[in-house]
């Protein structure tokens, strides 16, 4: 067989094979006037660093559920997106006030559809640059279209785990 026939049986196989998974992929045509978004976990992560950055308790506890848990790295446990915003009125408004927030995704790992663990490093700071001494561990959730954080961990990095 020669060997333009092959490579065009194997073209068409590999086509015929592509056929159904780009198919099972269209999507339905938006109604007319609609608005499109497409939230992503990298969104998420930009809504809470936005939040901090303006110091805005309110808005930084919106990216959170409901029922989400919040450690911090001095080990204390904050229990609700209500809990979230209320301790971090004095955080903004004293220990924090005018820092600005680093997150850069390590590692994302997708449970399912609509579940997301992102393991980010990250920091804090009132000058440039900031240094990422902290790893986090969010786990995201897609509700309504929109990713919030259930779970949060915030952990200071090791010495060896340090950037250099």
């Known amino acids: 067989m020669p060997s333009s026939l092959i490579l065009t049986v ?16 269209r999507k339905s045509k938006p109604k007319k006037g609609a608005i499109m978004t497409a939230d992503t976990p990298q969104a998420c992560l930009d809504r809470i660093r936005d939040a901090w950055d303006a110091g805005d308790a309110a808005t930084y506890a919106r990216q959170f559920t409901a029922d989400a848990t919040y450690v911090i790295f001095l080990g204390d446990a904050i229990l609700g997106c209500a809990e979230i915003e209320r301790t971090h009125v004095d955080v903004f408004g004293r220990w924090q006030k005018g820092t600005r927030m680093a997150i850069d995704i390590v590692q994302l790992t997708e449970l399912s559809p609509d579940v997301v663990v992102v393991l980010t490093a ?3 700071s009132k000058t440039e640059p900031i240094v990422r001494d902290k790893f986090q561990t969010y786990t995201l959730l897609r509700i309504d279209g929109t990713w919030l954080c259930a779970a949060f961990q915030n952990t200071e990095m090791s010495e060896r785990s340090k950037p250099a």
Not at 10 to 24: E, F, K, N, S
């Open 10 to 25: 194997l073209t068409v196989i590999v086509v015929l094979a592509l056929i159904p998974g780009l198919l099972g992929r």
């Open 122 to 124: 990250g920091g804090i």
